[in-house]
């Protein structure tokens, strides 16, 4: 009997066989992306610096450190033409925070109320929230702020025919003039309450909602947090010997004297923002509290809940879990379209920002100012609803 002798299988394995391998061609393809991001971003940093020394253009961020030579009409820090082109874009990026922040609460409260009214039972207020929500959502947001910048305060009298308003206030087509807060000595003490008020409402709202889950009883936050956030910083007022005084503006035969003035294209990017805002937010409100199944209404309605308290208690806290994302999204959107302020002069950060390219020629400079900038602010807001929307969700018992 002849012994067959038994073949061993080879050590190594094929090209073929690798690339049959779920794992190994997965890592392959993930490296030759790679590989080619990394090439073509050599590509065009080669192909830029080249170009730059072509044209005999300094590169780097020094020119931050240069006289700015140019005036800006609306800072909330100090600034001069003889202030540098640094803390002209730090004017620029606060006031760019400035119109995100209260843009934001402003389009907030507005699409709250809009979103509520179309789901009205009164067919008149349904219908004015719909006529408002689709002349909004389907114009231009340039197109809106364009309507409030000259159709409507550009419409307004001259200086010195400026409408007088309460509280010792003017307005045409200026601005608005308002008293100016002078802080005195002990002024600190206000702030501080302010902030000591805000702390102890949280935990109030927290402690009530605790009692509320745990009893069934209702307590009575909203009159404490007003009656605290008014009450202590009024006490901290007396007792600081009342350290804050204004200064009124006063109309005299062809200006103003006195007093602080808001820009009137501070005020047209910012109504308009939140009007267009508010249309989307309106919707993704309508959408949310329409998505809470109608049995958690019925059933509200069975425990005797009135109307008002079925949307306080038992829908809205439901609906914000539909709400929350999509309204990230448009707090985005409204942070970035304030970059349309240069359309109107408004002092944002692309504005001053232009005007120290044109100034400079530090165009790849400046441009990655503006993506570090808009992208530090989108990241930090998203970072902070996704928070929320972490708080927000409902927990299982």
């Known amino acids: 009997m002849t012994d067959h002798a038994v073949t ?20 392959f393809f993930q490296a030759l992306t790679l590989a080619i991001i990394i ?21 780097g961020y020094d020119f931050l450190n240069g006289r ?19 803390r002209a874009i730090m004017v620029g990026f606060l006031n760019t925070l400035l119109v995100a922040i209260v843009g934001i609460f402003t389009a907030t409260v507005i699409g709250f109320i809009i979103g509520l009214g179309r789901l009205s039972r009164n067919w008149l207020i349904a219908k004015l929230c719909t006529v408002y929500v689709e002349v909004f959502r389907n114009v231009p947001v340039l197109l809106v702020i364009f309507f409030w910048y000259k159709g409507v305060l550009g419409a307004l009298p001259q200086v010195r025919d400026s409408l007088a308003l309460p509280f010792g206030m003017f307005l045409n087509n200026r601005g608005l003039a308002f008293p100016k807060p002078i802080w005195g000595e002990g002024a600190w003490l206000i702030p501080a309450a302010l902030l000591i008020a805000i702390i102890a409402s949280i935990a109030v709202t927290r402690w009530a909602g605790a009692r509320q889950a745990a009893t069934g009883q209702q307590f009575g936050t909203a009159r ?16 600081g010997g009342m350290p804050l005084t204004f200064d ?25 923002l939140s009007f267009y805002t508010a249309s989307f937010i309106a919707e993704t409100i309508r959408a949310g509290i329409a998505g809470v199944a109608k049995g958690q209404t019925e059933a509200a309605s069975a425990l005797g809940l009135q109307p008002s308290m079925t949307t306080r208690l038992v829908v809205i806290p439901q609906a914000m879990r539909i ?65 929320f929307n972490a708080r927000m969700a409902l927990v299982e018992r």
């Open 248 to 272: 009124f503006p006063e109309a005299g035969r062809f200006n103003l004297s006195g007093g602080a003035t808001v820009a009137p294209e501070f005020v047209a990017l910012y109504l308009a």
């Open 323 to 387: 709400i929350i994302p999509p309204l990230t999204s448009q707090y985005l959107n409204l942070t970035k379209n304030s970059s349309l302020g240069v359309a109107v002069g408004f002092p944002e950060l692309v504005s001053t920002g232009g005007t120290t390219m044109n100034q400079t020629g530090q165009a790849i400079e400046v441009v990655s100012i503006w993506l570090v900038v808009y992208l530090s602010i989108s990241i930090a807001t998203s970072m902070f609803m996704n928070w």
């Open 68 to 86: 700015a030579g140019f005036d800006i009409g609306q800072s909330l820090i100090p600034y001069s033409s003889d202030s540098t082109y640094g």
């Open 224 to 239: 404490v947090v007003i009656a605290l956030v008014i009450g202590l910083p009024l006490i901290a007022y007396f007792l």
């Open 39 to 59: 090439i073509f971003g050599w590509m065009i940093f080669d192909n830029t610096t080249e170009n730059l020394s072509r044209s005999n253009t300094a590169s």
């Open 8 to 27: 061993a299988p080879p050590s190594g394995r094929s090209l073929a066989s690798y690339m049959y391998d779920p794992k190994f061609r997965g890592l």
